[in-house]
Nanobody, 124 residues
Framework: QVQLVESGGGLVQAGGSLRLSCTAS????????AGWFRRVPGKERECVAT????????YHADSVKGRFTISRDNAKNTVYLQMNTLKPEDTAVYYC?????????????????WGQGTEVTVSS
């Protein structure tokens, strides 16, 4: 089992920055791909970014490319999402997920473990 705990969400003005963290406990992230997803009420979960175990392969959705950066520190069992130049449309609950099969998918159903989510609100 892997338990994922997100932190770092909050209220920020448009143009500001936040860094989300996702720390694994119970069993390590070892060998797992990871991703950040977000959900707005009434909409499907959207894949924001994914990262391979090594950190070499990453994916960022077009909507966040150039503004958000996913990274990981395996020694700390932690995955990060640096969010810069935030926009009101980035307002959502952000979830961290781990895929023990390392598929690096953008499909939520292909992730085995999920955090509880952290809320990000961007005011205009």
């Amino acid at each position: 089992q892997v338990q994922l705990v997100e932190s770092g969400g909050g209220l920020v003005q448009a143009g500001g920055s936040l860094r989300l963290s996702c720390t694994a406990s119970g069993r390590t992230f070892r060998g797992s791909g990871a991703g950040w997803f977000r959900r707005v009420p009434g909409k499907e979960r959207e894949c924001v970014a994914t990262i391979s175990w090594s950190g070499v392969s990453t994916y960022h959705a077009d909507s966040v490319k150039g503004r958000f950066t996913i990274s990981r520190d395996n020694a700390k069992n932690t995955v990060y999402l640096q969010m810069n130049t935030l926009k009101p449309e980035d307002t959502a609950v952000y979830y961290c997920a781990a895929d023990s099969y390392h598929r690096l998918s953008t499909v939520p159903d292909e992730y085995d473990y999920w955090g509880q989510g952290t809320e990000v609100t961007v005011s205009s």
